[in-house]
């Protein structure tokens, strides 16, 4: 689904069968809210480019004011076919802000909808990169140590301490990959306003899932170390 | 255009709210009450009563009378098993199936007892209109409200009570949401606000944000099981354990006790002290007293720290939800009549570490702001807008008995989720889908909503098929389920088998039921009104008859043997009011009313005459 595809599928209203560009919601011919059928994705329903950077305050005005346009309450006299369209539009409209407002959300949903495979929650370590693989180790078996040493009866307050000195250097890693995760951001926004060819674009894409990959990795990893710490 | 009113459907009260040229207003009856106690009582000669008349016979028959219906609704017959003993009335059901209360000699499901409430509703407010001088003044649509925590299940059943109502249900709508509405007139700043509703039978927190008049919920929680009823019956179990075995045996007795615990939790809302005085049902008159003692605020405290303290936790996880800490909280708004009780303004107080508001009536706010969002949706004003969000999690059970979570909980509604299902053996037609609310792990943990069949999938090798099942929750939080299948685009047919609600056929079924009733419901309505209008004369002139003056007026002013002819006119009232009929009735009261115009008159005059030698008097 390349951008230069989309301007020029259109939709046509039910109503009066007008031709409409994907982005609008109401007919330009009869005024009437538009049956959601063909449409663009999250961002070019919000009239938003696909960037990963949003002012999420301008995101938030933008909600509310096509809530207003939207919502089944302003539907309730109208005919069928729009309080059905107007239920359609409002529910996308409130998956879309769901996504957009998360940056990790917004940032999976571009990969998808540029046509990468999705960010696997739960996946195979050997994917890792070598060192973070080393960190991951070190962790998961200090993990299984602290579980064993406190299934032996150790005092709490040595494994807590214990814990969190494992975890330090996972959660420096973590901390690092936020920061990669800006930078990458940044430059996907950077290539999309320079029209970058679409082999750059779609490197800085592959880079981007591959940390994303490693960050819910690593995520899970230090939800376990808290769970075992929160038992401790 | 008929009118189209907001409805408070409680646990303990319903009201009903009206937006007029003026702005919204609680509907009243003559004498100024705008609470329907939702209570329904069937008399022995077949008549439904509805609010005060079938309140005062929780007391004189009690096997005949339901009250807190509200938690029924939605509810299946296994899961009120433990509760059923609480209840003075008699709970039934199979195993899996549809719960029904007993009613006198009927056997009617909660929407339908519900029902009887609305439509004592709707005929108050149509009263008003017409007493208005209203041209029309039909009420056929509402906006009713449920608890914030509510699931389908129990939406659901309230949409169908208000269609066996006659009422099209415009929209179900938050109880705390609502409640925000009704506050919001006046302040339309941004700003963020939580809504603390602790009614009746149910408690519900809901964190909002306000901006530009959109009323956006951010997280909402609560518990569909906590509410004044659990500090009356605390306080029951107080008085029995004191009274001794065997004390809870009677029904009659059971709710003259409850009668005087709550009577006793009231005023503790304005003193520091109080008595609970259980009257002897059985023994009418002054001095039959069952069982008294004294309760002070801090023992009442004390017993029911417990309760307040379990509204605590969802309030914190609402926060937590909302990604916000309590000092970023606004401001704090309470609602429901539990929130008259000074312990809980003072943990509302110490958890958002400000005063709440309490302007508004905490017991009618809610359905002001039902009034007034039934208003929004027939005006065309986009002044306001709702965005309420989803309580619970929907989601549908997987492989092993786990649940796969398609909607999370506190998404803003309307809102949808897909989920990609396939076939396991070759040429399989049909697949089965169990869909669940909840947020446990465990498919056995959470509530199940339904089960659905998806049929007419085409024969073709095992996994081949992509069938896309599309979850839909629409703006009154009620899930609606379509499917087809993506290789052929055919769409699917879907039976929905609810689990524990009410099929659209037997809907509409209660509804001509209640048609065929509806003839018969507005003879005994009117039977009532007359029983009411004859009981106000007697009253009336009862007190004349007691006045001390009366001798001394009799002598001077009134005619030989006009005293004698009121009183059997009196007589003759008092003996009609004991019957069913109504034409008697209404001529009694006519007789009664003309034979006592005089004697009122002459009792008038003297009084003025009284009033003003005491002026001179005065005076001088």
């Given amino acids: 689904m390349s951008s230069d595809i989309r301007t020029l599928t259109l ?28 449409h663009g994705d999250y961002f070019s329903f919000f009239g938003l480019p696909r960037k990963l950077t949003i002012d999420l305050a301008d995101l938030e005005q933008r909600f509310r004011r096509l809530s207003r346009q939207f919502h089944p309450d302003y539907f309730y006299t109208a005919t069928v076919p729009e309080r059905l369209a107007s239920l359609e539009r409002a529910s996308y409209l409130n998956d879309a802000y769901r996504v957009l407002k998360q940056p990790l959300d917004r940032a999976e949903y571009l990969l998808k909808i540029e046509g990468l495979p999705t960010v696997g929650r739960h996946q195979d370590a050997n994917e890792l990169p070598a060192g973070v693989l080393e960190e991951v180790f070190a962790l998961s078996e200090e993990l299984d140590d602290i579980r064993a040493a406190r299934e032996a009866g150790a005092a709490p307050e040595a494994l807590s301490a214990r814990i969190d000195a494992a ?7 973590a901390a690092r990959q936020e920061a990669q995760l800006e930078l990458l951001f940044q430059r996907w926004d950077k290539q999309l306003d320079e029209e970058a060819p679409p082999d750059v674009r779609r490197a800085t894409l592959e880079s981007l899932r591959s940390l994303l990959q490693e960050r819910s990795y690593i995520a899970n990893l230090i939800a376990a170390a808290n769970r075992e710490g929160g038992q401790s | 255009m008929s009118k189209v009113v907001g409805i408070d459907l409680g646990t303990t009260n319903s009201l009903v709210a009206f937006v007029g040229k003026n702005g919204p207003f609680v509907i009243r009856d003559a004498s100024g009450d705008g609470l329907v106690p939702s209570v329904v009582s069937l008399g022995r000669d077949d008549v439904v009563y509805v609010g005060r008349e079938a309140e005062r016979r929780l007391l004189t028959d009690p096997l005949r009378t339901v009250y807190s219906i509200k938690r029924f609704m939605g509810r299946g017959a296994d899961d009120v098993r433990d509760e059923a003993s609480l209840f003075p009335f008699r709970l039934h059901g199979e195993t899996g199936g549809v719960l029904r209360v007993g009613l006198g000699d009927r056997e009617l499901t909660p929407p339908e007892i519900s029902a009887f409430i609305l439509r004592e509703l709707k005929w108050r407010a149509e009263k008003s209109f017409r007493e208005q001088g209203e041209f029309d003044f039909e009420v056929d649509r ?38 925000s509405l009704a506050y919001g007139l006046d302040q339309r700043k941004a700003g963020t606000i939580a809504v603390y509703d602790f009614g009746g039978g149910t408690f519900d927190i809901s964190i909002l944000r306000v901006e530009d008049g959109v ?108 990604g916000l800490d309590a000092s970023q909280i606004d401001e704090a708004v309470l609602v429901g009549g539990s929130t008259r009780i000074p312990l809980v303004r003072r943990s509302v107080q110490d958890l958002f570490g400000r005063p709440p508001h309490a302007e508004l009536n905490p017991d009618e706010v809610v359905a002001v702001g039902a009034a007034i969002q039934a208003n929004i949706m027939v005006s065309g004003s986009r002044d306001m807008l709702l965005l309420d969000v989803t309580p619970l999690s929907l989601g549908i059970e997987t492989m092993g008995g786990a649940m796969s979570k398609i909607i999370l909980r506190n998404s803003t509604i309307p809102a949808s989720g ?203």
């Fill in chain 2, 418 to 620: 897909t989920e990609m299902f396939t076939t396991f053996v070759d040429n399989q037609t049909a697949v089965d889908i169990h869909v669940l609310q909840g947020e446990r792990e465990l498919v056995s943990d959470n509530r199940s909503l339904a089960r659905f069949k998806l049929r007419g999938i085409p024969p073709m090798p095992a996994g081949l098929p992509r069938i896309q099942v599309r979850f839909q929750i629409d703006a009154n939080g009620i899930l609606s389920v379509s499917a087809r299948e993506l290789r052929t685009a055919i769409e699917q047919t879907i039976e929905v088998k609810p689990s524990y609600g009410l099929t659209d056929e037997e809907v509409e079924r209660m509804l001509l039921e209640s048609f065929e009733h509806a003839e018969a419901d507005v003879e005994a309505r009117v039977l009532i009104e007359a029983r009411n209008e004859a009981g106000t004369v007697v009253r009336a002139t009862e007190r004349s008859l007691r006045n001390p003056d009366l001798a001394a007026a009799a002598e001077t002013d009134l005619a030989p043997g006009e005293l004698a002819a009121i009183e059997s006119a009196l007589a003759d009232l008092a003996s009609a009011m004991k019957s069913s009929d109504r034409a008697t009735l209404e001529a009694k009261t006519k007789v009664l009313n003309d034979v006592t115009r005089h004697l009122a008159e002459v009792m008038m005059n003297r009084g003025v005459r009284a009033a003003l030698a005491g002026k001179n008097v005065d005076g001088v």
């Fill in chain 2, 142 to 179: 509402a906006v009713i409200t449920v608890p914030a925590y509510f699931n389908d299940a129990q939406r659901t059943a309230t949409r169908d009570a208000g269609r066996i109502a006659g009422l099209e249900v415009l929209r179900i709508i938050n109880e705390p949401t609502a409640a």
């Fill in chain 1, 11 to 38: 939709q046509s209203c039910r109503h009066c069968g007008a031709g409409a560009p994907t982005e609008v919601h109401f007919c330009p011919q009869c005024d009437r809210i538009l049956t959601l059928t063909r």
């Fill in chain 1, 167 to 173: 975890r330090r250097p996972v959660e420096d890693r």
């Fill in chain 2, 215 to 322: 009323f956006q919920v951010l997280a909402t929680h609560g518990d569909t099981h906590l509410g004044g009823d659990d500090i009356d019956q605390l306080l029951v179990a107080l008085v029995l354990g004191e009274m001794g075995a065997g004390a809870s045996a009677d029904p009659r007795r059971l709710q003259a006790i409850r009668h005087a615990v709550i009577q006793a939790k009231w005023d503790l809302s304005e003193r520091d002290d109080t008595e609970i005085c259980v009257a002897n049902p059985e023994a009418a008159g002054a001095g039959a007293v069952l069982f008294r003692r004294r309760l002070s605020r801090e023992e009442f405290e004390r017993i029911i720290r417990p309760v307040v303290d379990r509204t605590l936790e969802p309030c914190r996880q609402a926060l937590a939800d909302a």
